[in-house]
């Protein structure tokens, strides 16, 4: 195994759950889950590069030799099957699975696994069964540490610095893409490794387009803007919406975005141990459908958050998982009035025994931009 903190831990935790299934072996690429077990991230690429976590022993590395050193180095690990590019990965990877999958049991595969390396596990290991690791892989990832959430938190403290940040430039003339480059600016130089996405900046009748992302059209007087935005630190994200009005709301406006501030805020008030996930959805739906606005809320409330941006729990109907203390996911009901506007806000919360602790928190009043 390895002493290297928090991942020898976490890797005899999985091997626990491993333990109390059939399975023989856990297989995680480059990924979010790579870095959560062991440390050692990078960009998925066509080079084999794989963790092999037995259900009892000690796990294994399958690593181009230009990653050697450093995968060694970063995570500790006393097992390692390097293969250079000339020979290729097939025969270390061979070996490295004859080593590991001791019993017979099916084998679980991290769902981002390229297609051409999980064919290559297969082919390596004809007699088991192949299923996906998410079942287990998200029990352990959806309950965040003391410092997991901490990194949550510093991620959120810079994304409520890039909105006070941009409330303070003008919006009327620019384009939706100078104002996405302003968050981003301003997340860099609050202290992020990187944005979490690309900033949504929606203007107008694109703020009806929940997934539309921002564009060269030039921000008019009377647009409602939505901002979506976040920044990652630590490998951990955060995620953001806000809607602002340059000029004077129209009455409209104003009673949707109460609506949809409401929906919101009753939706964080509702989260504790021991609610189904679904019921934090339940609740701004309904709220949203009273209003008479629910055939307009067309998303689920919220995801999980973490080392990806949408994980486990998704907080939709239907997700009878019951929230526990450290899980973390976003609150983000929103109303699209199709070709006029659109109104969405969002925070993530964390689960704490005594309720929803939020990650950001500039305010939920409807500002007015120049
Ligand atoms: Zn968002
Ligand atoms: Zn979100």
């Not at 510093?154 to 006070?164: P, V």
């Not at 860099?188 to 009806?208: E, H, I, K, Q």
């Amino acid at each position: 195994m390895t002493n290297v903190k928090p991942y020898g831990e976490r890797l005899s935790a999985v091997q626990r759950e491993l333990g109390e299934s059939p399975a023989s072996l856990l297989i995680v690429g480059l990924s979010s889950s790579m870095r959560y077990l062991t440390g050692f991230t990078d960009e998925p690429g066509e080079r084999l590069l794989v963790v092999l976590v037995p259900r009892e022993g000690e796990p294994a590395f399958v690593v181009p030799e230009l990653y050697a050193e450093q995968v060694r180095a970063d995570t500790g690990f006393a097992k390692h099957f390097v293969w250079a590019d000339h020979e290729g990965s097939h025969d270390a990877l061979a070996a490295a699975l004859k080593d590991v999958a001791r019993s017979p049991g099916p084998v679980l595969v991290e769902e981002s696994l390229w297609a051409e390396f999980l064919l290559a596990c297969q082919k390596a290991l004809p007699q088991h069964a192949f299923s996906s690791a998410t079942p287990v892989l998200a029990k352990l990832r959806m309950r965040k540490d003391a410092q997991e959430v901490e990194l949550l938190r510093r991620a959120g403290a810079i994304a409520d610095e890039a909105f006070r940040r941009v409330i303070e430039t003008p919006f009327v003339g620019r384009t939706e893409l100078e104002i996405a480059a302003v968050l981003v600016d301003a997340m860099r130089s609050a202290g992020a490794d990187n944005t979490a996405f690309s900033p949504l900046v929606a203007s107008g009748p694109a703020a009806a387009l929940p997934h539309y992302r921002a564009g060269g059209r030039r921000i008019a007087s009377g647009d409602v803007v939505i901002l979506d935005y976040g920044c990652r630190t630590g490998g951990y994200r955060s995620d953001i919406s806000r809607t602002v009005i340059c000029g004077e709301p129209s009455n409209e406006v104003r009673t949707v975005y109460d609506a949809v501030r409401e929906a919101q805020q009753r939706a964080v008030d509702a989260v504790r141990p021991g609610v189904p996930a679904e019921e934090i959805d339940r609740v701004a739906r309904d709220f949203l459908t009273s209003s008479g606005l629910g055939d307009r809320f067309i998303h689920r409330t919220g995801h999980g958050i973490g080392l990806d941006i949408h994980e486990p729990p998704y907080i939709v109907a239907g997700n009878k998982t019951l929230l526990e203390p450290g899980m973390a996911f976003s609150v983000e009901p929103g109303v699209y009035l199709s070709g006029r506007f659109g109104v969405r806000i969002e925070d993530v919360v964390v689960v704490s025994e005594s309720g929803g602790v939020p990650m950001t928190t500039v305010t939920h009043e409807l500002l007015i931009v120049d």
